[in-house]
């Protein structure tokens, strides 16, 4: 440790005089230079009641209620958390086409997410952001509906010979038909858990469905789009 004094103070250091502030000052440094080992390897160990011997990367200095210690950081559990805190995020997107067959529901292959739930409390939000369009000049409605495992969720009331669906809707001639929706589920399980997506078109002729296809009427012709479709899970604390 380097001590700068001061030239002057030829005066007596008591103040006095003003003169005398360069003796008062190079007294002091004295007393610094003399003291300058213990001050150089002053350490938080030299501390009442603080040890923090040999940290690691990722300790915290915290107090214990007795003294202050480091220590690793206790690992946050989902009880830890209110209720409604976002857990984990999964998502699945689909770029490439899929083709359904009229008259019946079909799993679309590639919109699928799995994800494996910290604690059986929690609910799982689900995200599905997807379309498509019957071909050429077909028209008529499509659906889609959710599945966890091999059991539909998120269905309609059981009306008749109606289909039972998550959405769907009448297409006109060459538009595109939006699948898209969100529900909150509870799967009540810490194991594995698969949600996909089931797509069923019902022209009022015999024309397939294809997911990720758009397009939209134009004179003398069509314009096509390919889109993509995502399916988006998230673990919120129950």
Known sequence: MAVTRLSGGTTPANGSDPRTFPAIWN????????NETAIDSLALTDLSGVSIASPVDNQLLTYNGTNWVNEVPATITPGDLPAGSVLQVVSTTLT????VSHGSFQDVTGLAATIT???SSSKIFV????????TESEVGAAFAKLIRGSTDIYLGDASGSDQRASIGGYQNVREA??????????PATTSAT????????????????????????????????RLPSSIT????AG
């Open 27 to 34: 007294a002091t440094a004295d007393v610094i230079e003399a």
């Open 96 to 99: 490439s086409t899929f083709t």
């Open 117 to 119: 739930p910290v604690s």
């Open 127 to 134: 995200i599905v952001n997807s379309s498509g369009r019957f």
């Open 177 to 186: 038909h939006s699948l898209s929706f969100s529900c909150l589920d509870s």
């Open 194 to 225: 698969t949600y996909k997506v089931s797509v069923g078109p019902f022209a009022l002729g015999s024309s397939s469905f294809t997911v990720n296809l758009g397009g939209a009427p134009a004179v003398g012709n069509t314009v096509y789009a």
């Open 233 to 236: 899970l998230m673990e919120v």
